[in-house]
């Protein structure tokens, strides 16, 4: 009751459980000090509370009325229908008098909000418990059907272990969306963590085969599980590069990675394929597939300069690569560079280079001289390419417009009709260059197909050291 809040009697209050009741006493001709106690009755009569009270405040009134003010703490008396009895007495303890009401305790709403949450609470931990369990059910049911499909491959039954691993993620992914394949990664990355990262020449044959389910995932148009074993290639030769031993472990995660991008090119995910060539040049600066793979980007999207830079480090860490020589060279050539573009597109004509490169190359020198204006040298450049590549239908092409603007018209037109004596269907050497390079990429992925058909072994080691520990559950 504040200072100028009158009194208002409760017939049957309700107080929060936990608190502390606010009381007022009158008292009438009260002759000196008094003492005020209570106590709170259950429905059955039994105390369940007894205290003297603290007085708080007393205010004198007129006629012999004095108002006494206290305050009964609730703490611990559970929920229920109480009767308080106040007692008043003089302090040697005569004359004491009684007063009772009726009243009930409850819980206060921040109580009952607490205790609801505390319940939900309670029904979430225990929907996770149950969610942890069934999840787990899952993930053994999935490791023991993987650990089946890696048996098979580690015996050498390639496609019988392509199959078995198709069926249970085609099995999961038909009940499954997107986010629920993460969970299919992480059961099977386990396996491998657990089971195989001891021996990690084991993980390559298993790399390998979702890299040949990647490849035919794309074939049937199931985007969703191709990215999910591009996903799989990616981190189980992430753990091999970091459970390998270098240098032999980062050159053949550097040749699955490109492999990988170098297949992405291919079907048009140049974006992904840029990420994974940029990640193996983080750990195999001069990597010629990687390097490759985003100077040819760069140069189809215009931007020679950032395709000129990445050539000038192709070159530099792979001196004898001659389609980069070609390409640094024409790169150069639209940067405006003539005379360094002539030394590399040069070096590409000599006899032991591929012959689309060597004709590619006779076509752009002789196209520098033809805009320089020195047609007999271009006549030079284009006679030796058709005797070197006598099957080159864009070399007597060439030819014949150089001769026609020579002025030898006869020459010119006999040049020419021996592009329909020359043998269709061969591709041109500007459309083998417009393509996305596969050379260096194709050397790579033979090369991890061979070594992973050689770890098949290692692979059947691990497992059966990861029986002998508990690993099939």
Known sequence: IGENQAFVPVAKPIFESGGVVPLAAFVYNQDGEVVLDAQLLDITGTEVLGQQLAIS???????????????????????????????????????????SI???????????????????????????KEMRKRQRTLADKLQNQYRTALSALANGQVETAKQRLMDLESSFAERSKDVELKFLRNALMEVASRDLARHAESLL????????????????????????????????????????????SLR??????????????????????????????EFAPGDEAALLGLAAFHEKMGNYEQARDYLQQL???????????????????????????????????????????????????????????????????????????????QLYLQLAMVLDRSG??????????????????????????????????????????????NQRAVLA????????DGGVR
């Open 461 to 468: 080691l691990a497992m059966r050291e990861s029986q002998v």
């Open 315 to 393: 070159v530099e860490n792979n001196p004898d690569n001659a389609e980069g020589w070609l390409r640094f060279g024409l790169n150069l050539l639209r940067c405006e560079e003539v005379e360094e573009a002539r030394v590399w597109i040069d070096r590409a004509r000599q006899e032991r280079v591929s012959p689309w490169v060597r004709s590619l190359a006779y076509q752009e020198l002789a196209r520098i001289e033809m805009n320089s204006g020195n047609l007999r040298r271009a006549e030079e450049l284009l006679r030796e390419g058709v005797e070197a590549l006598p099957g080159e239908q």
């Open 102 to 128: 009726p009243f009930k305790v409850e819980g206060t709403a921040q109580s009952a909000a607490a205790a609801e949450n505390a319940k939900a609470q309670q029904v979430k931990v225990a929907r996770k």
């Open 205 to 248: 044959p298993v790399a390998e085969l979702h890299f040949e389910a990647y490849e035919d995932y794309l074939a049937e148009r199931k985007m969703l599980l191709a990215l999910h074993s591009r996903s799989m290639v990616q981190e189980l030769t992430s753990l091999y590069k970091s459970e390998g031993e270098p240098p032999q």
């Open 408 to 453: 030898r018209g006869q020459e010119a037109a006999e040049c020419a009709e021996k592009v329909t004596q020359l043998p269709a269907g061969t591709e041109s050497a500007r459309f083998l260059y417009n393509r996305w390079p596969r050379s260096i990429i194709d050397l790579g992925r033979q090369q991890f197909k061979k070594t992973a058909a």
């Open 252 to 281: 053949m995660a550097a040749s699955v990675l490109t492999s990988l991008a170098g297949a992405l090119q291919q079907s048009g995910a140049t974006t992904s394929a840029n990420f994974i060539f940029d990640d193996v040049l």
């Open 57 to 99: 405040r007393e205010e004198p009134g007129e006629n012999g009325l004095n108002r006494i003010l206290a305050g009964l703490s609730l703490v611990g008396v559970p929920e229920g229908e109480y009767t308080l009895v106040l007692g008043v007495s003089e302090k040697s303890g005569r004359n004491r008098e009684l007063s």
